[in-house]
């Protein structure tokens, strides 16, 4: 019988729903893809079919959080005054809706999000590519202009050590990851001027 695409990504869509239940229930480590399998209704064969591993399950939950915290930032009203400040509520907004993932974050950290991971896979790639991205635009919009690549992996770097930290969190409602998180936005926007600094000095020369 010939599968059409409409099955496909109804199935898709309840492994997803699935593996967010029982990751939220028994943890990542505790949960196996035969669990997701058979919780799912589906051979256990078949969900490699749409995913090569548990990673990349946890890879594409984390995508679409990332994404519907890009969506809400972008509808929200927003009088940011500085790329610091716009920064700071992009990734608030992405962190509110990664929260229920927040255990697993360590996982995709190690693998698919690490900045020293040369092939990230399709899930990593777009997970990064599409959140640096609306960086690079934030920084064009409030004139900071392009960012080269080494401000983007430096962002990158002191971005999942931020979700890093925030995994492991246990203050009330994790004050100290938004502390953090200012100190680092509040760094990366120091760098980024001084090396505009130097650039403009030495262009003057």
Partial sequence: MRVTAQTKAATRERILQTARELFAARGFDATTTRDIALAADIAAGTLFNY???KDAIVASLAAEAMANGRD??????LDAESFEEALFAFVAAGLRKLKPLRKQ???LIETTLSPLASATGPEGYSIRES???TISRLARKHGAGELPPVAL???WTLYTGVLLYWAH???SKQELTLALLDQSLAMFAGWLNNQQNQTTKSGRK
């Fill in 51 to 53: 995913f090569e591993t």
């Fill in 72 to 77: 809400e930032f972008e509808r929200a009203p």
């Fill in 105 to 107: 974050l360590p996982a």
């Fill in 131 to 133: 959140h640096l991205e």
């Fill in 153 to 155: 992996q430096l962002y």
């Fill in 169 to 171: 969190d246990k203050s």
